[in-house]
């Protein structure tokens, strides 16, 4: 190809590099007011009353808003409307940050001040802190008969027969906790409202969820709300429906005031506030014959949601599909909860659901594998997924399946072998530092999968200016990933022209149709295509109008990377631009891509889960200082199947950054709280990895392409990080000799 797979420098790079890109932090719209919450500070209460007039006498504060400003819809939730705005008197407050009332002023402040000076009663009630708690159901967090209050389940084969037959049974529990996404760019928006339109400026992964967030809030048609991304720094999934919230406090206060409002969260209000991954307790139970063959598999999994529900439903989903990991097992009998406590509300984070389980199931294989005689390497290769297969869901398995090479290009490049050897020599000669080797073998699936397939669609707009020069509009958003140089080189590819010609403006709603969120690594998969379809479209027009103009057939066109050769004569792409423009050839297209339809009983969780997978291993090699329980990751090997590398060096970019965020998921990151509140607030007490704690990485790409894909690809800003914690949990489990149950993993669980 002339592009695609190589190496490319990020088309936006350049003013990233120099600090020239514009955060929302950075703009300053004329008139502007500055924007501050009032929270309410305890995790579970009954709001009596609101008084604002001390607030509102501070010099510089033009208005305070409360529950009775609101014009339209006081109620948040993608799936179920459960969230307040603003919380009215008379009703409960949830958890510690939810908002009593937001405050616009001249000054930060003095909205600071003004936000000390807001009086309001409160009836606290005990509060629900633990999975444990919710599920006894003594205190009802939200307006439901039971704080569990969502489930969904996997019924499959015959599991209580096979566990009468096996050879091996593993039972275990697991826990997970929280983790912070730690975007360095705290979420903020502006909103600018002049009677007739708002404008909305934000750091967001899905512009379409605020402006439908919006609309509701101000009871306003979308057509006078027109959401615009701004340079994204950071998402994780920390910023796909959290930036509803902080857009609409900014949105009330400007609809209010008739003036642009800024809203830019603290790093201790943005922690204590916005989602988390959510935190899970596992109960597993594993069948296998004697030669390692997986034959059944039973789990139970609850998921803390926090005070609200948000996207756990969707969360849940992709638990649920994800629980028996990226293994063919044929009896499967899978229940996944949700449930209530009186916690941040926990959402989207990279991997959305599936780090939880994928632990689950990576610690069980390794048990098994012990207790069987296995080496952990080939009792993953004998139960790995082949094409014909079948996934956990009864998915077969068509095309695009490198699972199997993934094991066995990571046990080649870290010459496996050999490295156990030089382990076992290792802990013979040290007495208080030991080795050990970790595998993990997980599945991603791409998409947003039979559930969300109404909104699994995405528009792009390409158009070609007389000079050659081309823009770039796609409803998915760049937030740091790479997407505006991936959607590039698809457009590089399909029309011929340079990338250092191509711009990619920033998502707007009132230019691109709803896309759907930056979520499920589909960005490249359903961006590109749709970039691919409109490029596609102008290249026929180009192509129509070249063959009449030359006599010529399409054949004797030859297109390079900014130059067209017809016959004898060479054009650069600029001069079959102007051609083409000055002949009234159409060269602004719109192109749309929506998911293959799939076949899926929710009832049962069987069928085509999603649109295709990707498959990746990884192998860890971890120190533990046994006197100290300090846990030092050395290296890791990791080779993930992403069908088509579109741009090899942001691919290799993913690997390495979903990796260490994986690292600081499975041994240093955790929140901390006391009494329902959150005191690990900043990032002198969450700790995350930084450069010196990164080890060496050995990455690896699989193609085996996927054919929906622009070119055969189809993901990997997911399944980065999914490998990391399970073969970190099993490297050190290996050193110790003790079974790891929950992540992070403490320096006193290693005591």
Same mark, same amino acid.
């Given at each position: 190809?002339?592009?695609?797979?190589?190496?490319?420098?990020?088309?936006?790079?350049?003013?990233?590099?120099?600090?020239?890109?514009?955060?929302?932090?950075?703009?300053?719209?004329?008139?502007? #007011?500055?924007?501050?919450?009032?929270?309410?500070?305890?995790?579970?209460?009954? #709001?009596?009353?609101?008084?604002?007039?001390?607030?509102?006498?501070?010099?510089?504060?033009?208005?305070?808003?409360?529950?009775?400003?609101?014009?339209?819809?006081?109620?948040?939730?993608?799936?179920?409307?459960?969230?307040?705005?603003?919380?009215?008197?008379?009703?409960?407050?949830?958890?510690?940050?939810?908002?009593?009332?937001?405050?616009?002023?001249?000054?930060?402040?003095?909205?600071?001040?003004?936000?000390?000076?807001?009086?309001?009663?409160?009836?606290?009630?005990?509060?629900?802190?633990?999975?444990?708690?919710?599920?006894?159901?003594?205190?009802?967090?939200?307006?439901?008969?039971?704080?569990?209050?969502?489930?969904?389940?996997?019924?499959?084969?015959?599991?209580?027969?096979?566990?009468?037959?096996?050879?091996?049974?593993?039972?275990?529990?697991?826990?997970?906790?929280?983790?912070?996404?730690?975007?360095?760019?705290?979420?903020?928006?502006?909103?600018?409202?002049?009677?007739?339109?708002?404008?909305?400026?934000?750091?967001?992964?899905?512009?379409?969820?605020?402006?439908?967030?919006?609309?509701?809030?101000?009871?306003?048609?979308?057509?006078?709300?027109?959401?615009?991304?701004?340079?994204?720094?950071?998402?994780?999934?920390?910023?796909?429906?959290?930036?509803?919230?902080?857009?609409?406090?900014?949105?009330?206060?400007?609809?209010?005031?008739?003036?642009?409002?800024?809203?830019?969260?603290?790093?201790?209000?943005?922690?204590?506030?916005?989602?988390?991954?959510?935190?899970?307790?596992?109960?597993?139970?594993?069948?296998?014959?004697?030669?390692?063959?997986?034959?059944?598999?039973?789990?139970?999994?609850?998921?803390?949601?926090?005070?609200?529900?948000?996207?756990?439903?969707?969360?849940?989903?992709?638990?649920?599909?994800?629980?028996?990991?990226?293994?063919?097992?044929?009896?499967?009998?899978?229940?996944?909860?949700?449930?209530?406590?009186?916690?941040?509300?926990?959402?989207?984070?990279?991997?959305?659901?599936?780090?939880?389980?994928?632990?689950?199931?990576?610690?069980?294989?390794?048990?098994?594998?012990?207790?069987?005689?296995?080496?952990?390497?080939?009792?993953?290769?004998?139960?790995?997924?082949?094409?014909?297969?079948?996934?956990?869901?009864?998915?077969?398995?068509?095309?695009?399946?490198?699972?199997?090479?993934?094991?066995?290009?990571?046990?080649?490049?870290?010459?496996?072998?050999?490295?156990?050897?030089?382990?076992?020599?290792?802990?013979?000669?040290?007495?208080?530092?030991?080795?050990?080797?970790?595998?993990?073998?997980?599945?991603?699936?791409?998409?947003?999968?039979?559930?969300?397939?109404? #909104?699994?669609?995405?528009?792009?707009?390409?158009?070609?200016?007389?000079?050659?020069?081309?823009?770039?509009?796609?409803?998915?958003?760049?937030?740091?990933?790479?997407?505006?140089?991936?959607?590039?080189?698809?457009?590089?590819?399909?029309?011929?022209?340079?990338?250092?010609?191509?711009?990619?403006?920033?998502?707007?709603?009132?230019?691109?149709?709803?896309?759907?969120?930056?979520?499920?690594?589909?960005?490249?998969?359903?961006?590109?295509?749709?970039?691919?379809?409109?490029?596609?479209?102008?290249?026929?027009?180009?192509?129509?109008?070249?063959?009449?103009?030359?006599?010529?057939?399409?054949?004797?066109?030859?297109?390079?990377?900014?130059?067209?050769?017809?016959?004898?004569?060479?054009?650069?792409?600029?001069?079959?631009?102007?051609?083409?423009?000055?002949?009234?050839?159409?060269?602004?297209?719109?192109?749309?891509?929506?998911?293959?339809?799939?076949?899926?009983?929710?009832?049962?969780?069987?069928?085509?889960?999603?649109?295709?997978?990707?498959?990746?291993?990884?192998?860890?090699?971890?120190?533990?200082?046994?006197?100290?329980?300090?846990?030092?990751?050395?290296?890791?090997?990791?080779?993930?199947?992403?069908?088509?590398?579109?741009?090899?060096?942001?691919?290799?970019?993913?690997?390495?950054?979903?990796?260490?965020?994986?690292?600081?998921?499975?041994?240093?990151?955790?929140?901390?709280?006391?009494?329902?509140?959150?005191?690990?607030?900043?990032?002198?007490?969450?700790?995350?990895?930084?450069?010196?704690?990164?080890?060496?990485?050995?990455?690896?790409?699989?193609?085996?392409?996927?054919?929906?894909?622009?070119?055969?690809?189809?993901?990997?800003?997911?399944?980065?990080?999914?490998?990391?914690?399970?073969?970190?949990?099993?490297?050190?489990?290996?050193?110790?000799?003790?079974?790891?149950?929950?992540?992070?993993?403490?320096?006193?669980?290693?005591?």
């Amino acid at each position: 190809m002339k592009i695609v797979g190589k190496i490319a420098k990020r088309i936006e790079g350049k003013e990233k590099g120099y600090g020239e890109s514009k955060y929302t932090a950075d703009l300053y719209l004329d008139r502007m #007011l500055y924007a501050g919450v009032v929270y309410s500070n305890i995790p579970h209460g009954i #709001l009596k009353s609101i008084d604002v007039s001390e607030a509102e006498k501070i010099p510089g504060i033009v208005k305070v808003a409360t529950y009775k400003d609101v014009p339209g819809t006081n109620k948040f939730g993608v799936v179920t409307k459960d969230m307040w705005f603003l919380i009215p008197v008379g009703e409960k407050i949830r958890f510690e940050h939810d908002a009593i009332a937001v405050i616009a002023g001249e000054s930060k402040e003095a909205v600071e001040e003004a936000v000390s000076k807001v009086k309001f009663e409160v009836e606290e009630l005990r509060p629900v802190l633990t999975i444990e708690e919710a599920i006894k159901d003594e205190i009802k967090v939200n307006d439901e008969n039971t704080n569990v209050a969502f489930h969904k389940k996997i019924r499959r084969g015959d599991v209580d027969k096979v566990f009468k037959e096996a050879d091996l049974i593993i039972e275990r529990d697991f826990k997970t906790d929280y983790q912070e996404q730690a975007y360095l760019e705290p979420q903020g928006a502006i909103a600018d409202y002049d009677g007739e339109v708002m404008k909305i400026y934000a750091s967001m992964q899905c512009p379409f969820y605020v402006q439908e967030d919006v609309s509701e809030i101000l009871d306003m048609p979308f057509n006078k709300i027109d959401v615009i991304q701004m340079e994204t720094g950071g998402g994780f999934g920390g910023k796909e429906d959290v930036p509803s919230y902080i857009a609409s406090k900014a949105a009330l206060l400007s609809y209010l005031t008739k003036r642009p409002v800024k809203l830019i969260y603290e790093r201790e209000h943005d922690i204590k506030e916005t989602s988390k991954r959510h935190p899970s307790k596992s109960h597993y139970k594993a069948a296998f014959k004697k030669d390692g063959t997986l034959i059944g598999l039973k789990s139970e999994t609850y998921l803390d949601m926090g005070a609200y529900s948000t996207l756990s439903p969707i969360v849940m989903y992709r638990t649920l599909t994800h629980s028996a990991g990226a293994y063919k097992v044929s009896n499967v009998y899978v229940d996944v909860y949700g449930v209530y406590t009186n916690k941040v509300p926990c959402g989207a984070f990279r991997g959305f659901g599936s780090p939880q389980v994928l632990f689950a199931i990576e610690s069980i294989m390794d048990e098994a594998a012990e207790k069987l005689g296995l080496d952990p390497y080939d009792i993953r290769l004998k139960n790995a997924l082949d094409l014909g297969d079948e996934t956990a869901t009864g998915h077969k398995l068509e095309f695009s399946v490198g699972a199997k090479k993934t094991l066995e290009h990571v046990k080649n490049m870290s010459k496996y072998d050999d490295l156990k050897k030089e382990i076992e020599d290792f802990n013979k000669k040290n007495k208080f530092k030991k080795r050990g080797l970790g595998w993990s073998h997980i599945i991603y699936g791409v998409s947003l999968g039979a559930g969300g397939q109404h #909104l699994d669609a995405a528009n792009s707009e390409v158009h070609v200016f007389p000079d050659g020069t081309i823009n770039i509009m796609f409803g998915g958003t760049e937030i740091g990933q790479g997407a505006k140089t991936a959607v590039s080189m698809i457009v590089s590819e399909v029309l011929g022209q340079k990338l250092e010609k191509i711009h990619v403006l920033q998502t707007d709603t009132f230019i691109v149709q709803d896309s759907g969120p930056t979520v499920a690594s589909r960005t490249t998969v359903f961006s590109g295509n749709a970039a691919k379809d409109a490029a596609e479209k102008i290249k026929k027009n180009i192509i129509d109008f070249l063959c009449k103009k030359f006599d010529v057939s399409p054949d004797e066109i030859k297109i390079e990377l900014g130059v067209y050769k017809i016959k004898d004569n060479t054009f650069t792409f600029g001069e079959i631009a102007k051609m083409c423009n000055d002949a009234n050839v159409q060269l602004n297209e719109s192109g749309w891509f929506k998911s293959p339809k799939l076949k899926f009983d929710m009832e049962n969780g069987v069928g085509e889960a999603y649109v295709t997978y990707t498959y990746s291993t990884q192998l860890s090699l971890v120190e533990v200082d046994i006197l100290t329980g300090k846990i030092d990751v050395k290296k890791m090997w990791i080779s993930h199947d992403i069908g088509k590398a579109i741009n090899y060096d942001g691919v290799i970019g993913q690997i390495q950054g979903g990796a260490v965020q994986g690292m600081g998921h499975a041994i240093m990151e955790e929140i901390k709280q006391k009494d329902g509140k959150i005191i690990s607030d900043n990032f002198n007490n969450y700790i995350i990895p930084t450069i010196k704690d990164i080890p060496e990485i050995i990455p690896d790409v699989v193609e085996e392409e996927f054919p929906y894909g622009p070119f055969g690809a189809k993901g990997i800003g997911e399944p980065s990080l999914m490998s990391a914690p399970p073969s970190i949990a099993n490297a050190v489990s290996n050193a110790i000799k003790r079974r790891i149950i929950k992540i992070p993993i403490s320096i006193e669980d290693i005591i």
